[in-house]
């Protein structure tokens, strides 16, 4: 069955980085796109970025510029470069499969001073 694993969530200050990792298993991970969500309290999960089967990037402006989104297929592996993370980026990270819409458990980020 599909399953995604997120790891490398933490606690780190304003303009420090982070590296989330989503680790595929039970489906051919190249064939799909692949997207980050985080979730705020007291917010709506919302699309940080998605990255298609042919490598190409969607970002939402708030972290344009600061993150990154990538994939290696012979790791079946996605991952988010967070650079100069503020507190706003404070939340629970998931990765979704789009297609069919699986999910993993999430990886906490907490940014504070």
């Known amino acids: 069955q599909v399953q995604l694993v997120e790891s490398g969530g933490g606690l780190v200050q304003p303009g420090q980085s982070l590296r989330l990792s989503c680790a595929a298993s039970?489906?051919?991970?190249?064939?799909?796109?692949m997207s980050w969500y985080r979730q705020a309290p007291g917010r709506e999960r919302e699309l940080v970025a998605t990255?298609?089967?042919?490598?190409?990037?969607l970002y939402v402006d708030s972290v344009k510029g600061r993150f990154t989104i990538s994939r290696v297929n012979v790791k079946n592996t996605m991952y988010l470069q967070m650079n100069n993370l503020k507190p706003e980026d404070t939340a629970v990270y998931y990765c979704?499969?789009?297609?069919?819409?699986?999910w993993g458990q999430g990886t906490q980020v907490t940014v504070s001073s």
């Open positions: 990255i298609s089967s042919a490598h190409s990037t």
């Open positions: 979704q499969r789009r297609e069919g819409d699986y």
């Open positions: 039970g489906f051919t991970f190249s064939n799909y796109a």
